[in-house]
């Protein structure tokens, strides 16, 4: 029988929050480059989303040294965290393209790298529904398309076949396509797995830091340069991945990087709650546009029902990239009744807004000693990177080997896999195979609406990779994201977590400093 409680590996890297005084642990907080050690780091990774936790993840399994870095206060917060999370099987992608051999490659790995992480991976399947004629006539050409790109089980349905699989499509369904491969993920766990089992086995990870700029190896083309935070840190590196989506225009401008324009695609989305989730058995998709894959319905791995995304096209640097409005809900509701009668009077419990990293020079730009030796730009993972994150992490890592002369000596005692006693997360709850430990509160409910209890709380709070604000906690735990989205719980929790690791209810934040939970002066009211 499973022991549940924290996973406790012995932890080789080094976790750091580079935050004020008082935000969390001191043995948990950046004060000087000295605390990462004078030794250079082979690989320095800037970007902790999927990509870049995927990446370090592989680079973890051999005898490096290696750095993850992120602005934000958890790893997977940019893009990586508000997607339609899918694991898509590629059947739509350009045959012959990068992102079309990453896809299918991807495809294969996903059900082995979810058992090795310990997340949640349902093959639900999709169907592509044509609601139009002029969609019908496209069926024949996607189911082409699939095939060229090696989804060899795609295959076009009646409208009949799809009412009898979809007893709620809309009545204006002409056709579709059915696409087995096409799968739901829990997105957030993803990037976080990654990054446990790769600190576990000697990344250092450093959280809060901003990347200002880049000083290149002195004479030019010297093999060490440095990395620089904003706040005046120095991290000597041999070699720069710059994994900064969106924000990986303005790193690439600090080493000369060549060019390439990006911009945040928004995409909108509407979150349904439980009840609504019986309503439909696959992904159902749209028939793409040259421009979006358009707005789908499906169900999440959690138990809800998901409309979305728009694509709106927005300025780099726009501050709205992640805002959600009147207009782009509207489109979405729209969108979605399309494709399923009775959508638009099913409650909706959150609306949230991702902006995709779109880059004209096409998606998965690859680009070795850009600007300098040693450094890679990888940039433009636009709609699919949660799922080509393992595919394209061991792309970036040939390259590597290839034209930067990265040698590669595998890690014996490194770790590929969480253990099966690692902390469950949601999925796998404690009192689900009587392992319940008393003494460690699982059985007393702290989030009402997804039933999770302060133990649950601690035990995340104590997994490897110390989560310390309440979003980090929300996508380890589903704590606050139930129908009263925090109405009830936040404050009960805010107390857990400031009782667990002593950090004062005044410090405590939403995603980091700056977003405290409370006014300055209100903490003595509010606990
Ligand atoms: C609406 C929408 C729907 C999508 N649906 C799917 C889907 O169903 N399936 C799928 O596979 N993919 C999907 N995607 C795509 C997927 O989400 C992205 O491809 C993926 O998350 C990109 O990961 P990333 O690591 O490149 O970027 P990010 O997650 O944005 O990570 C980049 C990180 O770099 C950090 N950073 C930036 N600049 C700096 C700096 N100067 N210093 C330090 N850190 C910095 C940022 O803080 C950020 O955390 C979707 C995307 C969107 C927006």
């Known amino acids: ?286 028939v793409p546009t040259a421009h979006t894959k358009g707005v789908l319905v499906a169900p999440t791995i959690f138990g809800n029902l998901l409309a979305g995304p728009t694509a709106e096209d927005l300025p780099l640097e726009d501050p709205a990239a992640t805002h959600t409005t009147v207009e782009g809900i509207r489109r979405v509701v729209e969108g979605g009744s399309r494709l399923v009668d009775g959508l638009a009077r099913q409650p909706v419990i959150a609306t949230y807004a991702g902006a995709r990293c779109a880059c004209s020079q096409g998606s998965y730009v690859i680009r070795h000693n850009d600007g300098a030796p040693g450094i890679v730009t990888v940039t433009g993972a636009r709609s699919t990177g949660l799922t080509a994150s393992i595919s394209l992490a061991r792309h970036l890592i040939d390259g590597m080997q290839k034209e930067l002369g990265l040698e590669l000596s595998p890690d014996s005692a490194a770790l590929d896999c969480r253990p099966d006693s690692a902390w469950p997360g949601w999925w796998r709850r404690p009192f689900e195979n009587g392992a319940t430990d008393a003494r460690a509160d699982h059985g007393c409910a702290v989030c009402f609406c997804e039933v999770i209890s302060g133990g649950e709380i601690r035990d995340a709070l104590d997994s490897p990779l110390k989560p310390r604000t309440m979003d980090a906690l929300k996508r380890r735990t589903r704590v606050l994201s139930g129908r009263c989205q925090g109405f009830d719980c936040q404050v009960p929790l805010a107390e857990i977590v400031s009782g667990h690791t002593g950090i004062g209810i005044a410090q405590l934040t939403k995603n980091g400093p700056g977003s405290e939970l409370v006014v300055p002066g209100q903490a003595e009211v509010t606990a």
């Open 1 to 286: 029988m499973t022991q549940f409680g924290t996973w406790q590996p012995k932890i080789r890297g080094k976790l750091f929050y580079n935050w004020p005084q008082g935000a969390c642990e001191e043995a948990l907080r950046f004060t000087s480059a000295g605390q990462l050690g004078v030794e250079p780091y082979d690989v320095a990774i800037v970007g902790a989303g999927v990509v870049g936790c995927g990446l370090a993840y592989r680079l973890s399994q051999y005898d490096l040294r290696v750095l993850l870095i992120d602005r934000l206060h958890d790893v997977g917060e940019g893009t990586s965290k508000a997607n339609s999370a899918l694991i898509h099987s590629g059947y739509d992608a350009k045959p012959g393209s990068l992102e079309s051999k990453l896809l299918h490659e991807a495809e294969a790995d996903w059900p082995g790298l979810a058992a090795r992480l310990k997340i949640p991976l349902d093959p639900i399947g999709g169907i592509m529904m044509a609601v139009t004629d002029e969609q019908e006539r496209q069926l024949e050409a996607a189911e082409k398309n699939a095939h060229a790109n090696r989804a060899t089980d795609v295959r076009i349905l009646s409208a009949t076949e799809i009412r009898e699989r979809e007893p709620n499509a809309s009545p204006d369904v002409r056709g579709g396509l059915l696409v087995p491969g096409e799968s739901l993920v829990d997105p957030f766990m993803a990037s976080i797995a990654y990054a446990e089992i790769a600190l576990a086995n000697g990344v250092d990870i450093l959280l809060g830091a901003d990347i200002a700029g880049v000083e290149l190896g002195q004479p030019p083309g010297a093999p060490l340069h440095h990395l620089v935070t904003a706040d005046g840190h120095r991290l000597p590196v041999r070699r720069i991945v710059n994994a900064a989506g969106l924000g990986s225009r303005r790193l690439a401008d600090g080493y000369g990087g060549g060019a390439f324009d990006i911009n945040p695609r928004r995409g909108q989305f509407l979150l349904f709650d439980k009840s609504a989730r019986p309503l439909v058995q696959h992904i159902l998709l749209p």
